[in-house]
């Protein structure tokens, strides 16, 4: 099976504009999970999606969105960029998200904010 | 609300040594316990994880973990260590009512030899 891809890779943008990350989960996974990974405040939970809702959330302002597709695809959107939002997101995806199964996850794409 | 406290940022280490590396957590409800491992440019990988039961558990490439109720520790192990065990290791905790997992900030393993 393919793992979790993660579209882009890397990513420059300005203060100011907007971004949208896409999330691949593995194949008949139907969580998916959004991390934000930076020097500063290390691994931080964004949100979790499990068709196509949202299930839970973590503790970022509102300029962080996300949504799922049928195809338990999944984007995470951050508007109004902002320098700190400079980091290493990060998607997982398990079978139906319970904590005791296993989280799979991407490489990531790093985002810079100019 | 969760909190994970891993107690060294960086571990250097010689080649074929043992390792441990620490981490402690508090939590005001059950949580379930897991170690990642993060190779450089990389997802995380999941090491091992505690669920219930027996305290002691076994995950890949060697490592083990002992889940310490009383002292709230999670301790990773690994007996002989290799140059590939390189890495940036996590300690994470998850509440059982939902799935709000908690990283620690990570200890960086370094193998030399």
């Known amino acids: 099976k393919a793992g979790v891809t993660q579209t882009p890779r890397y990513l420059i943008k300005t203060r100011g504009q907007q971004v949208t990350l896409s999330c691949s989960p593995i194949?008949?996974?139907?969580?998916v999970s959004w991390y934000q990974q930076t020097p500063g405040q290390g691994l931080q939970f964004l949100f979790e999606?499990?068709?196509?809702?949202?299930?839970n959330k973590g503790n970022f302002p509102g300029r962080f969105s996300g949504r799922q597709f049928s195809n338990s695809r999944s984007e995470m959107n951050v508007s109004t960029l902002e320098l700190g939002d400079s980091a290493l997101y990060l998607c997982a995806s398990s079978l139906a998200g319970g904590q005791r199964e296993t989280q799979y996850f991407g490489p990531g794409t790093r985002l810079l904010v100019l | 609300a969760q909190s994970v406290t891993q107690l060294d940022s960086q571990v250097p280490v010689f080649e074929e040594a043992p390792v441990e590396l620490r981490c402690n957590y508090s939590?005001?409800?059950?949580?379930?316990l897991f170690w990642y491992v993060q190779y450089p440019n990389q997802g995380l990988q999941l090491l091992l994880k505690?669920?219930?039961?027996?305290?002691l558990v076994k995950g890949i490439n060697g490592f083990e973990a002992e889940f310490n109720k009383s002292q709230t520790s999670f301790h990773l192990r690994k007996p002989s260590v290799h140059i590939s065990d390189t890495a940036e290791y996590f300690c994470a905790v998850s509440p059982y009512n939902n799935n709000d997992m908690r990283f620690g900030a990570g200890t960086r393993l370094t193998v030399k030899p």
């Open positions: 999606y499990f068709s196509e809702t949202q299930r």
């Open positions: 505690y669920l219930s039961g027996s305290t």
């Open positions: 939590s005001s409800v059950s949580v379930y």
């Open positions: 194949s008949g996974h139907r969580s």
